[in-house]
């Protein structure tokens, strides 16, 4: 580049130079085209004629992905001042009725069995319980401001597909003779064999599915603030998750929410992240859309 009187001259070996980048810029833009492409700063929630019912099922291939960058936890204890999981990769499809989320995130570890020192993973999803004006606060709302919840545990994952609910399915050198609910001489006698039963597993006898067998792998809360879970009577939702040596796919299912919002969180149990230990979203907002014409 040569400069005269204030006017700078782009020689031949410059303008070499820049159709060489500009080349490059264009090969690369051309490559970007075959990659799922993020949505921007809101999730579109295509509508479909049926939901899917897995995280792996070939039509979440239709929804535009949103790409969410996660924010540390760092506002209420026990905070997370560290960043574990950086980014959550999100789909969504619905059929007027129900929307389905397919998150997914790296992690290499699959943390499912609980015990001392041992945290499992989980995500959740969150929407404003009533639609307005304003959004209550991302974090799990506000007083007078609810929010709902839709929580996945790997755990429960486990557990839906079959972990027994005993000892052995989590340390498989212990040993049992027997539990006292099923000793031999109850056999026979139902009523003797519930009230043991009762007096051996009370968490179980006042209610408390927490633990235990079960057959979802999701719950639903309602919140006023941080610390203020309030289980919420299953309204249909359903959740699963899948993982694989690059980490987790989770489908999350529940009715199509009154407020187009939705704020994100996951749980890395090899992080120690629990309760509200986490990684999480602000506020993010839903578009429906239509399939483009055949």
């Not at 359903?238 to 929410?257: A, D, F």
């Amino acid at each position: 580049m040569r400069c005269a009187r204030g006017v700078c001259m782009v020689g031949e070996r410059d303008r070499a130079r820049w159709l060489i980048f500009l080349a490059l810029g264009l090969a690369l833009a051309g490559g970007c085209r075959d990659r799922p492409q993020p949505s921007g700063s809101e999730i579109v929630m295509l509508k479909v004629e049926q939901l899917p019912a897995s995280p792996e099922d070939p039509a979440w291939q239709k929804a535009p992905e949103h790409v969410a960058r996660l924010l540390l936890q760092d506002i209420v204890e026990p905070r997370q001042l560290k960043v574990t999981t950086a980014e959550l990769r999100v789909r969504a499809l619905q059929d007027g009725k129900k929307v389905a989320f397919r998150l997914q995130w790296k992690d290499p570890t699959k943390d499912e069995l609980p015990g001392p020192g041992k945290f499992l993973d989980g995500c959740a999803l969150q929407v404003p319980a009533e639609a307005g004006a304003s959004l209550p606060a991302p974090q799990m709302g506000e007083p007078g401001r609810a929010v709902e919840i839709l929580f996945w545990s790997a755990g429960w994952q486990a557990m839906a597909e079959g972990r027994a609910d005993r000892l052995q399915a989590l340390y498989p050198n212990a040993w049992v003779d027997h539990y006292p609910y099923e000793a031999p001489a109850l056999r026979g006698n139902p009523s003797s064999q519930r009230e043991m039963e009762n007096l051996y597993l009370p968490a179980r006898a006042l209610g408390n599915h927490r633990a235990g067998p079960r057959s979802s792998a999701v719950e639903e809360y309602l919140a006023q603030g941080p610390g203020t879970l309030t289980p919420r009577k299953n309204s249909g939702s359903h959740g699963m998750g899948k993982h694989n040596p690059e980490g987790w796919s989770v489908l999350l299912t529940r009715s199509l929410p009154r407020s187009r919002y939705v704020a994100l969180a996951v749980w890395d149990g090899a992080e120690g992240e629990a309760g509200g230990r986490k990684m999480r979203t602000s506020w993010i907002a839903l578009r429906e859309t239509q399939p483009p014409p055949r």
